[in-house]
């Protein structure tokens, strides 16, 4: 369970047992504030911070009434959410990359992830910028650093200037000419981490700083350090004046809320977030986004732009044009379940649509995945025409072979089917309420069986 999940389970709980009265109340709101202060501090939320969030939240929630028609939990829950987005830092920071090239220098110790964070960024500023980026490898210390970005680069198709183990500070310098002469509008320089800050590694960092002056120094933190992550953030910021600050791995471990104090302690923006291993697994960070999911809220803004940037369009329509003439086959589900898989794990799409965090538990998000992964394995074993055919798989001999070719058993090889059969139904059925001004219900094709 990831740190918003967390939050988002306990506040949920807070809230229902604590706020069944219609009115505020101090009695009422001491409780909830003594029950949100055991689950900040449980998930690491750095104590000044927790502090100063209840005080405001106190004080806001004891000065008004509940609004007509609303109930006290719907008072405080927007008393908090206001609250949050504060401690969070209000709003959105984006790339300053409009100089051409714009140069970003990533920095951070070793293990947070910013080798991997490079590759990620550069596919979110190609998205999401449409701009053409440089990787710079600088990291010529750590065994097979600069062979990393290269493994990124090649399987996304970014170009990686390196000249192993060169002074880095040349090299940086070299790319950035590069970069001009091949018309590049960003770099991004991977520069060398340490197990912990040491003077050679500041003193390295601030040369490439001083030859190169990058647009943007951005500091890439490991949001499973825990507290000390305050203090790193501040010792990177005094020695370079960072300009915003990448945290990776929130989907890794509940105890993640010394990363989401950075903004309130070292004033510094939050400017992106990671949770997942894909190359889209980088988001970039709104804090009333952040807010909502604390709250159980879920984040369709975000789940909006996965999909607007990952979906092929042209798929989606031609699959959508087929459910509404009422055919839909395994070539359609196909389609469907790679585009899903696009956007990222199931577990992080449930957790962004709203009323959903916490009413699918892990087995079933397992269970759902598992599908996903067997369906596909099968589906790729048949050919095309049996999957815009599925009538021709009730051969025995044909069924055997995808079996076999698959590598699965044959009573996989009959839930895949009997759920295809389950789904196709759903889809004919939705398509004739749809036609008859009927809205509701929807294709669940990993559903009950």
């Not at 190359?279 to 732009?305: C, H, N, Q, W």
Request: glycine share 8%; proline share 2%.
């Amino acid at each position: 369970m990831g740190f918003g999940d967390f939050l988002a389970n306990r506040m949920k709980k807070t809230f229902e047992k604590t706020m069944k009265k219609s009115t505020l109340n101090e009695d009422n709101i001491n409780e909830v504030l003594r029950e949100m202060r055991l689950t900040l501090l449980e998930a690491d939320v750095n104590v000044d911070v927790v502090k100063t969030l209840l005080d405001r939240i106190k004080t806001k929630a004891l000065g008004v009434y509940v609004e007509h028609g609303a109930r006290a939990e719907q008072q405080i829950v927007k008393i908090v959410h206001e609250e949050l987005v504060e401690i969070l830092g209000k709003t959105n920071k984006p790339l300053e990359i409009n100089h051409k090239p714009s140069i970003i220098m990533m920095v951070g110790l070793q293990g947070a992830g910013k080798t991997t964070t490079c590759g990620k960024l550069a596919h979110y500023i190609r998205k999401k910028e449409n701009k053409k980026t440089l990787m710079v490898g600088l990291d010529i210390y750590r065994p097979g650093a600069i062979d990393q970005l290269v493994e990124i680069g090649n399987k996304n198709n970014f170009e990686v200037f390196e000249k192993q183990k060169q002074n880095p500070v040349k090299t940086a310098k070299e790319a950035v000419d590069y970069a001009n002469s091949m018309g590049y509008d960003v770099v991004i320089l991977d520069t060398a981490g340490r197990l912990q800050i040491d003077k050679d590694l500041m003193n390295e960092l601030k040369d490439i700083r001083k030859n190169v002056s990058p647009d943007e120094i951005i500091l890439t933190v490991d949001g499973m350090t825990g507290q000390d992550v305050i203090n790193v953030t501040n010792t990177f910021n005094e020695e370079l004046k960072v300009t915003g600050v990448i945290v990776t791995k929130l989907d890794g471990d509940t105890r993640s809320g010394g990363a989401l104090s950075i903004s309130y302690k070292t004033k510094l923006p939050i400017k992106f977030i990671g949770e997942g291993e894909t190359v889209s697994d980088l988001d970039a960070f709104y804090p009333k986004r952040m807010a909502d999911r604390i709250l159980g809220m879920g984040d369709v803004e975000t789940l909006f732009e996965k999909a607007t940037s990952v979906v092929d369009n042209r798929t989606m329509e031609k699959t959508m044009r087929r459910m509404m003439a009422g055919q839909f086959d395994l070539e359609d589900l196909k389609n469907q379940m790679e585009q899903l898989a696009k956007m990222g794990s199931l577990g992080g799409l449930m957790k962004m649509i709203p009323g959903m965090n916490g009413k699918v538990n892990e087995k079933q998000i397992e269970d759902a995945n598992r599908k996903v992964w067997l369906f596909g394995i099968l589906m790729s074993s048949m050919t095309l025409k049996e999957r815009r055919e599925p009538r021709l798989l009730k051969s025995l001999t044909r069924k055997q072979r995808i079996v076999k070719g698959s590598g699965r058993t044959e009573k996989e090889f009959n839930e895949l089917i009997t759920q295809f059969d389950k789904g196709k139904k759903q889809v004919l059925e939705m398509v004739k309420n749809f036609k008859q001004g009927q809205f509701g219900g929807g294709f669940n094709p990993f559903g009950p069986h």
